[in-house]
């Protein structure tokens, strides 16, 4: 006998919750200049079923990319013509594809086709399943210097538009994104109006993105999580020897990147916390000197919201982190800015991470403002603004990272720091690097 609550119970219980829990969260937020709500373009209902929505492109192991797609037409093909010429694609790639059904909501065909191999720092002009318009892309560079775009927590507000413009005025080569994306939050077009918000920069940069909370979208009884999260962001896991979507780890230029789930599974018995050890474990540091790992949930946040949320995570993986030399740390959840100092344990310690939290992208929930006073010793600089990060790597030995406050759109650098990389100093020198090593050992 079935001794499930009845579907409909399920679901009023559930948005009642929503309802409370949304209310006691916003308290701790303190909402800026309201903006207008955004739409779909004018247009968006009178194309043709074919017709390629929400593209976005990222990277899909040594010289690919992959490219994504939606098309209401559930038979288009999932194919990307490309060339190095615009009106020419001698190159064509046949991918797969994918759909999923959310309670009412039942996505168009979601598209995901593989690109490659590909010449670095190339523009290459492509478009999707046989149709108009043509779109753009530039390839990463295979060598330093390389710059990543770096914002959390965006959603689609008006403030979300301004950081998204800002972003587009500045040269970079990847975006990054620790969780957060739309802000559907079970409202599933939403997803859609955010695939055509980030189209003009998504289809033209690889987008790199983990999850945050506001992706899991799990429903008691009736939807696991990460189920819209997965389908339409395709990242690539499988090519990084993860089992999981929500962890991977990739490379670009110099730099070894791991991208962690702060809502998957991290304790040491965890496939997470076993593929981290081996994914550390093979970090080259003559090929890739800087190391940086991405999560949604910072480790260390002098923001009074969000407070301890990221503890358990941080006991698990820190010492893996640290035995590897993790340079930077980039993570969102917390709708401010702040930078931390090298840090490990709570305390300054040369040889570990910079901690940067960017959480500041524009969502609906407003900004963070209230700090822990004192600060700790270990925070920098913190300040709560909407902005977003620009994160260039000079060469193998030093970065320069920048925050870039919104300021009332016109752009602003708030904060600046030059960084040297752990592999030019003596924290990775044989003698330490062998009882570091010792950590990540199986």
């Known amino acids: 006998m079935d001794q499930r609550p009845p579907a409909t119970l399920v679901l009023v219980l559930f948005f009642l919750y929503l309802l409370f829990s949304d209310s006691a969260a916003a308290d701790d937020y303190v909402r800026p200049k309201p903006r207008e709500i955004l739409q779909l373009p004018r247009d968006y209902h009178e194309r043709g079923s074919s017709h390629p929505q929400q593209v976005h492109i990222s990277l899909a192991g040594h010289n690919h990319m992959r490219v994504s797609w939606i098309t209401d037409d559930h038979s288009s093909p999932s194919v990307v013509e490309y060339g190095t010429t615009t009106g020419q694609y001698p190159w064509r790639a046949q991918g797969e594809s994918t759909s999923y059904s959310y309670l009412f909501y039942r996505s168009g065909k979601i598209h995901h086709t593989v690109i490659g191999p590909l010449d670095p720092d190339t523009v290459y002009f492509y478009r999707c399943g046989g149709e108009s318009p043509e779109f753009k892309l530039k390839t990463p560079p295979a060598q330093l210097p390389v710059t990543f775009a770096v914002v959390g927590d965006l959603g689609q507000t008006g403030w979300t538009k301004s950081t998204l413009d800002h972003i587009d005025q500045c040269k970079y080569d990847i975006h990054l994104l620790p969780g957060d994306l739309s802000y559907a939050d079970y409202i599933q077009s939403q997803w859609d109006t955010f695939g055509e ?3 003009p920069l998504a289809s033209a940069r690889a987008w790199m993105v983990t999850e945050g909370n506001h992706e899991i979208e799990s429903i008691p009884f009736l939807k696991d999580g990460f189920q819209s999260y ?6 690539p896991y499988e090519e990084s ?3 999981s979507n929500l962890y991977y780890s990739f490379e670009v230029a110099g730099v070894h990147v791991v991208m962690l789930g702060s809502f998957a599974d991290y304790d040491q018995y965890s496939d997470q916390y076993s593929w981290l050890k081996a994914d550390l474990s093979k970090v080259d540091r003559d090929r890739t000197p800087w190391l940086l790992a991405l999560f949604h949930v910072p480790w260390y946040n002098s923001n009074k919201a969000h407070q301890g949320e990221g503890d358990e995570m941080m006991a698990t993986m820190e010492p893996l982190l640290y035995a590897a030399g993790v340079d930077i740390v980039l993570a969102g959840h917390v709708h401010a800015y702040e930078r931390s100092t090298r840090v490990y ?3 300054f310690d040369p040889c570990g991470a910079i ?7 524009g969502n609906r929930e407003g900004l963070a403002s209230k700090y822990k006073d004192p600060p700790p010793k270990w925070s920098v600089f913190r300040e709560a603004s909407f902005g977003h990060g620009e994160l260039k790597m000079v060469n193998s030995s030093h970065a320069l990272w920048s925050w870039h406050r919104n300021d009332d759109d016109e752009p602003f650098r708030s904060d600046e720091v030059w960084i040297t990389s752990l592999a ?3 924290c990775l020198s044989d003698e330490v690097h062998e009882r570091r090593m010792m950590l990540l050992a199986p």
Not at 230 to 235: F, L, P, Q
Not at 355 to 361: A, W
Request: hydrophobic letters at 30%.
């Open 230 to 235: 997965n389908a339409r962001w395709r990242m």
């Open 197 to 199: 918000l980030i189209q």
């Open 241 to 243: 020897g993860s089992s």
């Open 424 to 426: 030019s100093t003596g």
């Open 355 to 361: 901690h940067i939290t960017v959480g500041d992208g």
């Open 345 to 347: 344990n709570g305390k």
